[in-house]
């Protein structure tokens, strides 16, 4: 595995951190979660990782930090600035005594700024880099996309690739890091093609009135007679005709002419309302329309391309992407395959047995209890 080797020290916060995490666990390396209590029920993202819970702010709960954090390659924080400095365990410290540790941090508003210290959450963050003025119907006021703009595509990948590049870059230096991470400008730039690309014909209207943001009506989701839906994205002037043969659409229907926007909704919510999703779904599977059903998410397992890809894995009582991209010589494999090693967290600690009963009677130190050592 790509990562196999490199040690990640996790303190533990919402969701962002714990899959950054994921990532670089779920490709080769061995994370040490650093939580505030042992069992974590808001955390679903821990399969494979190590597990303790310190006292951070006594001077030997931060002494352990540091004993690991000498190790490690890498450090992931999710605190307001300043917290970790409180504690002793900022990255001046701690990238003095390794200098080789990429120290990342991962926040709403980055490490400096106005903003900076104040709290938010993913729907402040997609607000505050400008793309949650680009998502909503028309007429309609802006809508997150849940929490998956901020929270995750703009801060746990975004925060994952800044780690690969400062480990890549360190394999040439020998350095190590900071990795300042803010979940506004990893929306931002995740959204660079939509900044970008203004001027192209696909914009020039208000929120909701263009070809992608569900303006056309070529390009949305239609129920059908079973309650589901199928997704229609057949922009293409030859996707198009396909669509229009297999529903029977007039051949005076106009794909982009603002004048038959609404004529076009209308005939594609009657004719999908014709048939089952299962129907449609059967009518389309040999055609490039790019017309595909929207699967529930608890049956998405269930479709033949993913089945025949194994693009999902049950763990527990749910079902969950397998790790992407794939890696023709070093795949990611799913974290739940490896065991949690404690041991080999202990060893780490170098831990005289009594020292280790000390801190664990004291409560600075709490493992899991079936840690074996």
Same mark, same amino acid.
């Given at each position: 595995?790509?990562?196999?080797?490199?040690?990640v020290?996790?303190?533990?916060?919402?969701a962002p951190?714990?899959?950054?995490?994921?990532?670089?666990n779920?490709f080769?390396?061995t994370?040490?979660?650093?939580d505030?209590?042992l069992?974590?029920?808001l955390?679903v993202?821990?399969q494979?990782?190590?597990?303790?819970s310190?006292?951070l702010k006594n001077?030997?709960?931060?002494?352990?930090?540091?004993?690991?954090?000498s190790?490690?390659?890498?450090l992931?924080e999710p605190?307001?600035?300043?917290?970790?400095?409180?504690?002793?365990?900022?990255p001046a410290?701690?990238?003095?005594?390794?200098?080789?540790l990429?120290?990342?941090?991962?926040t709403?508003?980055g490490?400096?700024?106005?903003l900076?210290p104040?709290?938010?959450h993913?729907?402040?963050?997609a607000?505050?880099?400008?793309?949650l003025s680009m998502l909503?119907?028309?007429t309609e006021?802006?809508?997150?996309?849940?929490?998956l703009l901020?929270d995750?595509?703009?801060?746990?990948?975004m925060?994952a690739?800044?780690?690969?590049?400062?480990l890549l870059?360190r394999?040439?230096?020998g350095?190590?890091q900071?990795v300042?991470s803010s979940?506004v400008?990893g929306?931002?730039?995740v959204?660079?093609?939509?900044?970008?690309?203004r001027?192209?014909?696909?914009?020039?209207?208000?929120?909701g009135?263009n070809f992608?943001d569900?303006?056309?009506?070529?390009?949305?989701?239609?129920e059908?007679k079973?309650?589901l839906f199928m997704s229609v994205?057949?922009?293409e002037?030859q996707f198009f005709?396909v669509l229009?043969?297999?529903?029977?659409?007039?051949?005076?229907l106009s794909?982009f002419?603002?004048?038959d926007?609404e &004529?076009?909704?209308r005939l @594609?919510?009657?004719?999908?309302?014709?048939k /089952? #999703?299962?129907?449609?779904?059967?009518?389309f %599977?040999?055609?490039d329309?790019?017309?595909?059903?929207?699967l529930d998410?608890?049956e998405?397992?269930k479709?033949?391309h993913?089945q025949?890809?194994?693009?999902?894995e049950g763990?527990?009582d749910v079902?969950a992407p &397998?790790?992407a991209?794939r @890696?023709?010589r070093?795949?990611g494999?799913? /974290? #739940?395959?490896?065991?949690n090693?404690q041991? %080999?967290?202990?060893?780490?600690?170098?831990l005289?047995?009594g020292?280790?009963?000390?801190?664990?009677?004291?409560?600075?130190?709490?493992l899991?209890?079936?840690a074996?050592f």
């Amino acid at each position: 595995m790509p990562l196999k080797g490199i040690k990640v020290l996790e303190f533990v916060g919402l969701a962002p951190g714990p899959l950054c995490g994921k990532i670089l666990n779920d490709f080769g390396a061995t994370v040490t979660r650093i939580d505030k209590i042992l069992d974590n029920p808001l955390d679903v993202l821990q399969q494979g990782k190590r597990t303790m819970s310190l006292d951070l702010k006594n001077p030997k709960g931060q002494a352990l930090v540091r004993r690991l954090a000498s190790k490690c390659d890498v450090l992931i924080e999710p605190f307001r600035p300043g917290v970790m400095e409180k504690l002793n365990l900022g990255p001046a410290q701690l990238c003095a005594e390794n200098p080789r540790l990429i120290y990342a941090r991962l926040t709403g508003f980055g490490q400096h700024g106005r903003l900076a210290p104040r709290a938010g959450h993913d729907i402040n963050y997609a607000a505050m880099s400008g793309v949650l003025s680009m998502l909503g119907r028309r007429t309609e006021k802006p809508t997150a996309p849940i929490n998956l703009l901020a929270d995750f595509a703009g801060g746990s990948v975004m925060c994952a690739l800044g780690i690969c590049l400062a480990l890549l870059e360190r394999h040439n230096s020998g350095r190590g890091q900071v990795v300042d991470s803010s979940m506004v400008e990893g929306a931002a730039y995740v959204a660079s093609w939509l900044f970008m690309s203004r001027n192209l014909p696909v914009w020039g209207h208000e929120r909701g009135s263009n070809f992608l943001d569900g303006g056309a009506y070529c390009y949305d989701t239609y129920e059908t007679k079973d309650g589901l839906f199928m997704s229609v994205g057949a922009l293409e002037p030859q996707f198009f005709e396909v669509l229009r043969g297999c529903l029977n659409l007039p051949e005076d229907l106009s794909q982009f002419a603002p004048n038959d926007q609404e &004529r076009g909704r209308r005939l @594609l919510t009657e004719a999908f309302l014709t048939k /089952t #999703q299962a129907e449609w779904s059967q009518i389309f %599977e040999d055609l490039d329309a790019c017309v595909y059903p929207v699967l529930d998410y608890r049956e998405v397992h269930k479709h033949d391309h993913n089945q025949a890809r194994d693009s999902f894995e049950g763990i527990g009582d749910v079902v969950a992407p &397998r790790p992407a991209p794939r @890696l023709s010589r070093t795949p990611g494999k799913p /974290t #739940q395959e490896r065991d949690n090693k404690q041991l %080999e967290l202990i060893d780490e600690l170098e831990l005289e047995a009594g020292e280790l009963k000390e801190l664990l009677d004291s409560g600075v130190l709490n493992l899991p209890k079936n840690a074996k050592f």
